[in-house]
């Protein structure tokens, strides 16, 4: 029943920066960690960051990390991802996650976010 609506995909030159948001809308489904991933050209889906929705901490990719933030909105059902410094190898469609506690997992539709001069 939950959905997952992402958007602020696009296109950015690089040193660019995009926000994703993700939005989870209507009932049935506990959530307890949200976050995205992304899977570039010829690779596989990987995490590029989390947050745990109640208690507000988080994981971060390396190639995130400095980066990347993943926020909380104020809605416990919403998360961002603010990109900077955007990089051609970032070029992948990202994916919004949700987790409840028993780790069932719902995806978004993907947005694509292309890096490029």
């Known amino acids: 029943q939950v959905q997952l609506v992402e958007s602020g995909g696009g296109w950015v030159q690089p040193g660019g920066s995009l926000r994703l948001s993700c939005a989870a809308s209507?009932?049935?489904?506990?959530?307890?960690?949200m976050g995205w991933y992304q899977q570039g050209p010829g690779k596989q889906r990987e995490l590029v960051a989390n947050?745990?929705?109640?208690?507000?901490?988080?994981n971060y990719a390396d190639s995130a990390k400095g980066r990347f933030t993943i926020s909380r909105g104020d809605a416990k059902n919403t998360v961002y991802l603010q990109m900077n410094n955007l990089k051609p190898e970032d070029t992948a469609v990202y994916y919004c996650?949700?987790?409840?506690?028993?780790?069932?997992?719902?995806w978004g539709q993907g947005t694509q976010v292309t890096v490029s001069s």
């Open positions: 996650n949700a987790r409840d506690p028993r780790n069932v997992e719902l």
């Open positions: 209507g009932s049935g489904f506990n959530i307890w960690n």
């Open positions: 947050i745990f929705i109640h208690g507000g901490g988080s």
